[in-house]
């Protein structure tokens, strides 16, 4: 299983961009997934998640803001983020389990067995 996350870039305050994570060896379709992100010198958190069946789950930070998606047909993942700040420079990951875990266990990072490389994502102000 590979994840190969894009779209990172360096954007100013109030812009948006749109982060994707194609997968192989494995179809979205059949497995929850999820963006977590790591800012220097914190530890690495969740974004979102989308389970099987389209439920999402986000971080109070991004909730209303970040949007997660996914292609089933193109077996990509999205994350559409609008309104960025510079609290959300991080590099950001993508993820996916090994099995189908419950809704509760989606935030969790021990969760997820595979993980894409990352990209960065810098907002100035």
């Known amino acids: 299983v590979q994840l190969q996350a894009s779209g990172g870039g360096l954007v100013q305050a109030g812009a948006s961009l749109r982060l994707a994570c194609a997968a192989s060896g494995r179809s979205f379709r059949y497995y929850s997934a999820a963006w977590f992100r790591q800012a220097p010198g914190k530890q690495r958190e969740l974004v979102a998640a989308?389970?099987?069946?389209?439920?999402?789950n986000y971080a109070d930070s991004v909730r209303g803001r970040f949007t997660i998606s996914r292609d089933n047909p193109k077996n990509t993942m999205y994350l559409q983020m609008n309104s960025l700040t510079p609290e959300d420079t991080a590099v950001y990951y993508c993820?996916?389990?090994?099995?189908?875990?419950?809704?509760?266990?989606?935030?969790?990072?021990?969760?997820?067995?595979?993980w894409g490389q990352g990209t960065q994502v810098t907002v100035s102000s």
């Open positions: 989308i389970n099987t069946g389209g439920s999402t």
């Open positions: 993820a996916s389990p090994s099995g189908n875990p419950i809704v509760s266990a989606l935030p969790q990072l021990a969760t997820y067995d595979y």
